[in-house]
C-alpha cells in the first residue's frame, strides 16, 4: 500500500498537509481560507471534495482558519 501526500502549505501564514493511504485522504491542519486551500489542493491534482477528513493537531490559527480568504 502506498503513502502519497503534498504540502499545501507551511508557515506561520498557514499550514496545511494532504496525506493519503490506501484511498483514504486526510488534511491535516487547515490554516488556510477555504478559497486559497481548494485552490492548492486542486493545483496538485486532487479534488478538494474527494478529502474524507480534516485532522487538527492544535487551534493556533495557522493551523485552523475559518477565514474566506487568505493573502
Known sequence: MGVRFGSIASGSAGNALLVEVGGTRVMVDCGLGLAIA???IAQRGWEPESIDA???THEHGDHISDRKAHV
Open 38 to 40: 481548494r485552490e492548492r
Open 54 to 56: 480534516i485532522l487538527v
